[in-house]
T-cell receptor
Framework: DVKVTQSSRYLVKRTGEKVFLECVQD?????MFWYRQDPGLGLRLIYF???????EKGDIPEGYSVSREKKERFSLILESASTNQTSMYLC????????????????????FGPGTRLTVL | AQKITQTQPGMFVQEKEAVTLDCTYD???????LFWYKQPSSGEMIFLIY??????QNATEGRYSLNFQKARKSANLVISASQLGDSAMYFC??????????????FGTGTSLTVIP
């Protein structure tokens, strides 16, 4: 089974602090994603990475940065946390190799971590 | 623009009854994938079912089936014989492939399902 872990389930930080959220997957997946989830807004993509040292902005990258130094680890960084970054943060990973005509395999599906609920005071 | 719409913020269903959760999508791409995820109160996102845009038959996984109507751009989730443990948020998602950056996923705002004993 794919396993995606996140460093903390709950985190409380103060405004202006630098925050690191870590995500690790054990399936040698190329693609990794960071989302935030807010009531009424669903999941919104912050950043994603399709290979080591590669990163792409998602829909809401402002105020965030990411780091992918190793394939299994994708870190989300809040350089200076603000109260509007209080949210649930979800990490996901998936394998590469997509063919829309093929039946579903594990390479087509995103697998999520348990989430980190971040509160910024 | 890519878009996923879930118009039902909340749904109730009697235990053992079937329920349909609506999802419509908007894409100009010919090749895409559609997913449903379940998120219980514990917070983790659980993959339920997948439908590829070229798949002619509706996907089924146990009590879950995906009613895929390509011309209408809808991908409704049908849960048969609802159980109390089905109470959760359900998210519809679409995966589109971009030439340079690979796949990108888009999620709907979710539907909260409550199963009544």
């Amino acid at each position: 089974d794919v396993k995606v872990t996140q460093s903390s389930r709950y985190l409380v930080k103060r405004t202006g602090e630098k925050v690191f959220l870590e995500c690790v997957q054990d399936m040698d997946h190329e693609n990794m994603f960071w989302y935030r989830q807010d009531p009424g807004l669903g999941l919104r993509l912050i950043y994603f990475s399709y290979d080591v040292k590669m990163k792409e902005k998602g829909d809401i990258p402002e105020g965030y940065s990411v780091s992918r130094e190793k394939k299994e680890r994708f870190s989300l960084i809040l350089e200076s946390a603000s109260t509007n970054q209080t949210s649930m943060y979800l990490c996901a990973s998936r394998g590469a190799g997509f063919d829309g005509r093929r039946k579903l395999t594990s390479t087509d599906t995103q697998y999520f971590g348990p989430g980190t609920r971040l509160t910024v005071l | 623009a890519q878009k996923i719409t879930q118009t039902q913020p909340g749904m109730f269903v009697q235990e053992k009854e079937a329920v349909t959760l609506d999802c419509t999508y908007d894409t100009s791409d010919q090749s895409y994938g559609l997913f449903w995820y379940k998120q219980p109160s514990s917070g983790e996102m659980i993959f339920l079912i997948y439908q590829g845009s070229y798949d002619e038959q509706n996907a089924t996984e146990g009590r879950y089936s995906l009613n895929f109507q390509k011309a209408r751009k809808s991908a409704n989730l049908v849960i048969s014989a609802s159980q109390l443990g089905d109470s959760a948020m359900y998210f519809c998602a679409m995966r589109v492939r971009y030439r340079n950056t690979g796949n990108q996923f888009y999620f709907g705002t979710g539907t909260s399902l409550t199963v009544i004993p």
